[in-house]
């Protein structure tokens, strides 16, 4: 593909532009240390909590399968309402987990990389 250049008027505008941006200071910093927005700034506990979460359906998945398992075999109303309980719980907790992941996949696909 054909690169396009830039005339000297465009060149002296762009540098203009640069200096100018160069003085503001708060744009500076901000841009030298790439800090998020208060908007876009994620709190320390949201790691810990996305673990504690897929930790909560592994327990969750393996609460289920055991309610299934006993459920069957005794054929046990009460056993077969938990797992029922348990199944749907376990879910809707994975779907959340699911639709976060994609959000975070998809923002990170919209951030340029350096």
Do not use: C, N, Y
């Amino acid at each position: 593909m054909e690169e396009a250049r830039l005339s000297e008027r465009e060149r002296r505008i762009l540098a203009e532009i640069e200096e100018q941006l160069d003085q503001d200071e708060p744009l500076a910093h901000r841009l030298r240390t790439m800090r998020r927005g208060p908007r876009l700034a994620r709190r320390p506990a949201s790691a810990a909590r996305r673990r504690m979460t897929a930790l909560g359906v592994a327990v969750l998945g393996a609460l289920s399968l055991t309610l299934l398992v006993l459920a069957v075999a005794t054929e046990a109303p009460p056993l077969i309402w938990a797992f029922a309980a348990t199944w749907v719980l376990t879910l809707v907790i994975l779907l959340r987990l699911v639709v976060r992941w994609s959000k975070r996949m998809a923002d990170s696909r919209r951030t340029p990389d350096r």
